[in-house]
């Protein structure tokens, strides 16, 4: 053995010899793997990377069976909205001596009654006022033409003429549809009947057995896990049911004061334009202001300018008192959202679902803060709880 190997082995780590029957020792870890050379805010990003292409993933599919599916989400959404504005009426009239049953019934009686009638009422005076509306539009544009066809703008009237008759024939071939009264088409028909089914049978047991049906939903999870579902669902329905009062208040607000700005003026289709200022009310921020312009094109259509500015007017300021009043007073204290928060949503929301989405999507989103807000909360009241202990003792 040569002098280098003998120090080689002299220096070698002694290694005991396994003994007879056990098996070798294992051996030596592998080296480092190479991924230690990725910086951290790389691996950082690939890892939030993969889970929000997982996140859109999910979305995407949710949004496409929420499409194919959308003649049961519709009544289903409409059913929740029309149930937390009538809970509180049913549980009232329990408490006046009606049975679950009887309070069920009149509530929803009532509403639909009242629905019937304001549907009525619209399509009677869009077929009273109708022939009146078609003639002061030619009226109307009438003067127009020859206003613009004088100085200082001297328009040819051919033009303005063929547009004039457009509208009007328009117009014409359209009453029954703007009336209201009649539906194109068998399979619409169908299912606006089917939808309005399924939205009051839906509605009457959610009103009738709603907390039978929460109870039998969270009856399979642990105590302590049922405590907090109990808890985020009821600061979820509360925000949902605060979110449909306070709505319902501020539309009626201004569907009252556009009616009796359309009557001081003697504009045409009063209560049809006040019904859509109404319902408007539940898109926020977007809804007001597409009512309102539908408003003011018919009052220049039929009243001229000075009528249509007016009506200007009193939406711009109707818009600032919801905006800094109405809203953050009857609506704002419970649900606490913020504007640039609602335009998003909305927007999201009537991309993928169109106006029944952009209804919807606030109380949606006003149920699932407050649902965060109400567990934050317990987190926080344990901890507490816990540092009071820790600190006794």
Known sequence: MGRAAKRAARWAPERAAPAVGQPPP??????PAAAADVPGWLRVSAAWSWRLVLLAALLYVAGRVASDLYLVIVPCAAALLL?????????????????????????????????????????????AEYPALVSQVKHTTTQIQSWLSGPPFHVKTGNLTRLSDNIVS???????????????GGRILVEVLAGAVLCFFISFFLIKDGDRIWAWLTSGLAAERRRRANLAGRAAWQAVVYYVR????????????????????????????????????????????????????????????IAAVIVLGVLVLMNQLEGHLLQPQVVGKMVRLHPLAVILVLAVAGVVAGIAGAVVAVP??????????????????GRARTAGGVISG
């Open 246 to 305: 306070g709505t319902i208040a501020v539309a009626a607000i201004q569907a009252t004061v556009m009616g009796i700005t359309l009557a001081v003026i003697n504009a045409p289709l009063v209560a049809p334009l006040a019904l859509i200022m109404f319902l408007a009310g539940f898109i926020p921020l977007v809804g007001v202001l597409v009512a309102g312009t539908l408003a003011i094109l018919i009052v220049l259509a039929a009243k001229g300018l």
């Open 364 to 381: 949606i989103t006003a149920a699932i803060t407050s649902a965060v807000r109400a567990l934050q909360r317990d987190d926080n009241d």
């Open 83 to 127: 149930t937390a504005l009538l809970q509180p009426l049913a549980h009232r009239l329990r408490r006046r001596g009606f049975g679950p049953l009887a309070a069920t019934w009149c509530t929803l009686l009532l509403a639909f009654i009242l629905i019937g009638a304001a549907a009525w009422l619209v399509t009677s005076r869009v077929e």
């Open 26 to 31: 294992p051996p030596p870890p592998a080296p």
């Open 170 to 184: 328009y117009l014409s071939k359209h009453q029954s549809v703007l009336a209201g009264t009649v539906l194109t």
